[in-house]
């Protein structure tokens, strides 16, 4: 684990053939995260069919918040397994380390933020059992704020639960999907490798390369809890502007993985949604990170990534806004200026 940020897929190795193999592994990477990790845990426990069926641990990235072990022991009365990184790795080395650790036929990785609710992993493993080819399976989920209330649902996909079809070209464009509804089985990673490239947009191109390769099922019934917060990976890159960079860095790996004749298609469509996230989201950097001039240039940069009117009228608003001195704090912030 010389680097953070591992620059091919790590090697995900087999199971030693003495081992037990259950059926689950949910493997929760932490980092920072004890506020939510209570409710995450509790949301697996209550679900739990027994040690001989599902592999539950924490995996912590030297968290500095809390006594993240003690947690764990006090909540999980010894059914939830622990493991502490020797020195903080990053994300990406911890969800390798969650994935090899792993020694289940499926694996769970439910970010220690998240949560699931009550029939996710039933749902799953009926998908498992009916779409026997698929290399993975997700739910569908919510968007949850830091207390619990709802934000908004994911897309719908599928009217029932089934296997999608040409899925490969639709994830190609846009970002369908959070981890905590999806479930791999292990034989996949292990054919594939882990995640890497990237901090921002990694689980993107790994659902993409999985549907590169396998029949991915799907249940419409949201059943997963994705929490956006101002601590969470997604939100800190947004303030440095790395989430701009790595997201076109994994539109870019994932046109390898497209037919000839569909890359160009995909990568206007993959541009104009990124382009339009990042616009819209420019006014939540703005308003709720009081980052006035890293929210300017990242609607600059979304305009130059696809004009369209959506891009034009967040780039104008920022720049009319700190014109104005709108809101603008003072701060460091004021010394991060836009071209």
Not at 21 to 27: K, N
Not at 41 to 55: C, F, K, N, T, W
Request: hydrophobic share 35%.
């Amino acid at each position: 684990m010389s680097e953070r940020i591992p620059q091919s897929p790590p090697e995900i190795k087999p199971v030693p053939e003495p081992v037990r193999r259950p059926l689950w592994s949910v493997m929760i990477p932490s980092y920072n995260c004890s506020v939510y990790l209570i409710e995450n845990i509790r949301s697996v426990l209550e679900q739990d069919p027994g040690a001989e069926l599902m592999q539950i641990e924490v995996v912590d990235d030297c968290s500095t918040d809390a006594d993240v072990e003690s947690l764990v022991r006090e909540l999980g009365k010894g059914r939830v397994g622990f493991y502490r990184q020797p020195q903080n790795v990053g994300s990406l080395r911890n969800f390798e380390t969650c994935l090899n650790r792993a020694t289940g036929h499926y694996i769970h990785l439910l970010h220690g933020d998240d949560q699931v609710k009550p029939g996710f992993y039933s749902e799953i493993e009926q998908l498992f059992k009916s779409f026997p080819e698929a290399g993975c399976a997700f739910t569908g989920f919510v968007f949850v704020d830091e207390q619990n209330e709802r934000l908004y649902d994911n897309q719908e996909l599928l009217s029932e639960p089934g296997l999608l079809d040409n899925w490969l070209v639709r994830i190609a464009r846009s970002q369908l999907i959070q981890v905590p509804a999806m479930v791999v089985k292990r034989a996949v990673y292990e054919q594939l490798g882990g995640f890497y490239g990237v901090h921002y947009g990694e689980d993107w191109e790994m659902w993409a390369r999985i549907a590169a390769r396998y029949p991915v099922a799907h249940s419409p019934k949201r059943l997963a809890l994705y929490r956006v917060h101002r601590d969470n990976i997604t939100s800190r890159y947004f303030l440095t502007g790395q989430s701009m960079t790595d997201a076109m860095t994994v539109v870019n790996t994932i046109q390898t993985y497209l037919p000839p004749g569909e890359r160009a298609g995909a990568k206007r469509a993959a541009k104009k949604h990124l382009a339009h996230y990042f616009a819209r989201t420019s006014d939540k950097v703005y308003h709720q990170y009081g980052k006035p001039y890293v929210a300017l240039e990242q609607s600059k940069r979304a305009l130059n990534m696809h004009f369209s009117r959506i891009t034009f009228f967040y780039w104008l608003k920022m720049r009319i806004k700190i014109g104005i001195g709108y809101k603008i704090p003072k701060g460091p912030d004021m010394l991060i200026q836009a071209d």
